[in-house]
């Protein structure tokens, strides 16, 4: 009799685990802002001084990167037909197998894990996937918790669907429960993965917001003696009418009445007077209709994980597949071909509910039996694999082989861990090798609008940004602090680098969006037509602006630049602008100036990339797919 012990947690290494560090430390330092930069001067900068102070003249907006806007990720592998792919293997490290392959032509593209690649499910025969594992499957809610096996021999498990605001053609990142937290009023920090279901439910009651307010009446389900009135108060009736409460705190209110033996419903919004038992115009709502259309509802990919997660928990240490590895046995080609009255046989010993284990055999004559390899056994009633369950390790003894020790020693299980397959610690690491993250962010063009316009500017705001960067510690400019230091990870903080000018000069003259401010009037060169340095610095650039006066020709104009030399733009001072009308330069007089937001040259610039991130005059929410891979 041989052993099988479960090893389905060998991390392998530790690259998971720096990966969740680097993040949650970037998450909660707070000070991890993205930049949108218009007419950026340089068409994309590189990492030296003279690039990136060029790259700073053009930086126009910046957000902050809340924990919202971080997740784990790992290559995208898609399935192909005729691949052959590795069964995964739990005493092998996850970064040389080849065994999870992502499925996009279901839900929101799903991750199978390949537990087995070929119809005997022995260790020394490989064959190619001919089926995707989500055929014959029409959606994800179907995908059962437990393997599927299909006509070519494999066998799969569905693991998670993916994030599609941070899944690409190269990446992948998973709906798990590192998404939302409502166990704190921070909502950065990671979700509890032992939480069940049933406290997810009573944690939340809003799609997204846990901490949404208004109306809420809560009804009495039962008769109640009201001991101040010495009365009794019919089940159905009102007891309590709050106007203003946060959705989470209902929950927690409602089982703080539960404690207390007080049980009620509830309705949101405002619901009027009712007497006498509850009617069915008052269509209380529950706790789970709170759920549905929620991120936990099953209809959604976190919320099918999450049910996946309780039904993996459910079957934990079941035995999902058993291999059969003749190297490990010591088998050859003759033990293979048994003769005799009874067939081979296995049985299977657990510190659980054991599994049903037998040897896929072919029968050659009335008492010849071939041993083709091994599977698990199906009840004949209902067609369910008999997989067990609380195992932490398993025996076989198996009979009426050529070599039953042989036989014992090549049977190999795949015990799913105590606490079940799917939580995201046994997910990520030990089958998964994760090892990067990514950041991606959403922005909103009427935020963009709003932040950068400033007082009395009554021109259009820059609507086109054709580059971007991510920028650690920026400092704010009035005082001298880092910008979201004190800020809960999850809180949004928005930022403008423009500042306003007024600006006087000769009649005939116009700026344009786009136009480089000079500190003086730059030299042309003769040959080239182009302005030189020598006695000329770029300082700003034009990112908006508005001919003040009326009467043509126009003299005045307010206008919005960036720049990393603020002090050039005193009042009074004279500054050089590129002409519209092409007269190469003019001279205008700053006779007024607003500040920016951000300190110039503030912080440590770590990716720069190029966009076509343009506004359309929406209030729509907009994603900038920076694809930002940190890996560790």
């Known amino acids: 009799m041989v052993t099988a012990v479960r090893k389905i947690l060998n991390t392998g290494t530790n690259k998971f685990e720096n990966a969740v560090n680097q993040m949650t430390e970037l ?40 924990r919202d806007n971080y997740r784990l990720c790992f290559p995208r592998r898609d399935w192909k037909k005729s691949t052959v792919y590795d069964r995964y293997d739990p005493e092998k490290i996850p970064e040389l197998q080849n065994c999870f392959i992502f499925d996009p032509f279901i839900g929101d593209g799903v991750l199978f894990l390949c537990v087995g690649n070929n119809e005997s499910n022995r260790t020394d025969i490989k064959t190619a996937s001919v089926f995707r594992p989500s055929s014959g499957f029409a959606n994800v809610r179907d995908l059962p918790t437990t393997v599927i096996e299909k006509d070519d021999g494999y066998s799969w498990i569905a693991l998670a669907q993916s994030d599609v605001r941070f899944t690409d053609s190269n990446w992948i990142s998973l709906e798990v429960r590192d998404r939302l937290s409502f166990f704190s009023s921070d909502e950065g920090q990671f979700v509890n993965d032992g939480v069940s279901l049933d ?36 089940a159905g009736l009102p007891l309590f009418d ?19 033996g007080i049980n009620t419903q509830i309705r949101f919004g405002t619901v009027g007077a009712t007497t006498g038992t509850l009617p069915d115009s008052i269509n209380p709502i529950g706790i789970d209709e709170q759920i549905n259309n929620s991120p936990f509802s099953d209809s959604t990919p976190l919320g099918w994980y999450n049910q996946k997660v309780q039904n993996w928990k459910l079957k934990a240490g079941s035995v999902e597949m058993v291999y059969l590895d003749p190297v490990a046995g010591g088998l050859n080609g003759s033990d293979f071909t048994v003769s005799g009255i009874t067939a081979p046989t296995i049985q299977v010993l657990g510190n659980g509910t054991p599994p049903s284990v037998e040897f896929d055999l072919r029968k050659i004559k009335s008492d010849t039996w071939y041993i083709n390899g091994v599977k698990i056994a199906k009840d004949l009633s209902s067609g369910e694999r008999i997989v067990g369950k609380d195992n932490t390790q398993v025996q076989f ?75 650690s510690e920026p400092t704010n400019f009035t005082n001298n602090r880092e910008l979201g230091l004190d800020l809960p990870p999850n809180t949004e903080d928005l930022k403008r680098n423009t500042i306003y000018a007024f600006l006087t000069f000769a009649s005939g003259k116009k700026p344009t969006v786009g136009s480089k401010i000079y500190g003086a009037e730059p030299f042309v060169s003769p040959k080239t037509g182009k302005p030189t340095f020598l006695r000329g610095e770029v300082i700003g650039i034009v990112q908006a602006f508005d001919m003040a006066n009326t009467t043509p020709p126009p003299t005045t104009a307010d206008i919005l630049f960036t720049t990393t030399n603020r002090e050039a733009f005193t009042t009074g001072a004279t500054v050089f602008i590129e002409d519209s009308g092409g007269g190469d330069f003019f001279s205008a007089v700053v006779t007024a100036k607003g500040e920016a937001e951000v300190k110039e040259l503030s912080g440590t610039i770590t990716h720069i990339g190029n966009s076509a991130f343009q506004l359309s005059g929406t209030t729509a929410d907009k994603r900038l797919s920076i694809k930002y891979i940190t890996r560790v």
């Open 27 to 66: 998450i909660y330092s707070g000070n991890q802002y993205v930049s949108l930069n218009s007419n950026t001067f340089a068409e994309l900068p590189q990492n030296d001084l003279q690039s990136l102070n060029e790259f700073w003249l053009s930086a126009c907006y910046f957000q902050r990167i809340t």
């Open 199 to 234: 406290a997810f439910k009573n944690a939340v009651s809003s799609p997204f917001s846990a901490g949404s307010t208004g109306p809420v009446r809560f009804y009495g389900v039962d008769n109640l003696y009201d001991k101040t009135n010495a009365a009794e108060v019919t």
């Open 242 to 260: 709050i106007d203003t409460m946060k959705r989470f705190d209902v929950f927690q209110f409602q089982q703080s009445l539960r404690d207390s």
């Open 397 to 471: 003894s198996v009979s009426n082989t050529n070599n039953n020790y042989g036989f014992e020693n090549a049977l190999k299980a795949l015990i799913t861990p105590y606490d079940g397959l799917l939580t995201e610690k046994n997910l990520y690491g030990p089958i998964i090798p994760v090892n990067a993250f990514m950041t991606s962010v959403t922005m909103k063009e009427s935020d963009i609008e709003k932040t950068l316009r400033i007082g009395a500017f009554a021109g259009d705001t820059p609507s086109s940004f054709d580059s971007y960067a991510l920028i």
